[in-house]
Nanobody
Framework: VQLQASGGGLVQAGGSLRLSCAAS????????MGWFRQAPGKEREFVAR????????YYADSVKGRFTISRDNAKNTVYLQMNSLKPEDTAVYYC?????????????????WGQGTQVTVSS
């Protein structure tokens, strides 16, 4: 499956952004979908995951209550709504697809990755 992330940009602290990840090539609804991020000099970290049917969601503690992951299988797209953004949210955000139904937060468990979109939050 091919993944294309978009929606990043520059925003002030306290602002909002909505990331999108469009999938193509295989049956999108077969995959659990995740968002990860990587800041300069840091390892890639888990942000959120959604099950194939949207029925289950998981979040990193650092974003819980501020970010919301959702998906539209008819549009082959997964979203990440980011509210109350903080400077520490600055990173390149990646979407990823996982063929397993077992929820995982490990980047190495995901099978396909998008190219990343830059999110910069100014203080």
């Amino acid at each position: 499956v091919q993944l294309q992330a978009s929606g990043g940009g520059l925003v002030q602290a306290g602002g909002s952004l909505r990331l999108s990840c469009a999938a193509s090539g295989r049956t999108f609804s077969n995959y659990g979908m995740g968002w990860f991020r990587q800041a300069p000099g840091k390892e890639r970290e888990f942000v959120a995951r959604i099950s194939w049917d949207g029925g289950s969601t998981y979040y990193a503690d650092s974003v819980k209550g501020r970010f919301t992951i959702s998906r539209d299988n008819a549009k082959n797209t997964v979203y990440l709504q980011m509210n109350s953004l903080k400077p520490e949210d600055t990173a390149v955000y990646y979407c990823a697809a996982d063929r397993s139904v077992v929820p995982t937060r490990r980047a190495s468990d995901y099978d396909y990755w998008g190219q990343g979109t830059q999110v910069t939050v100014s203080s």
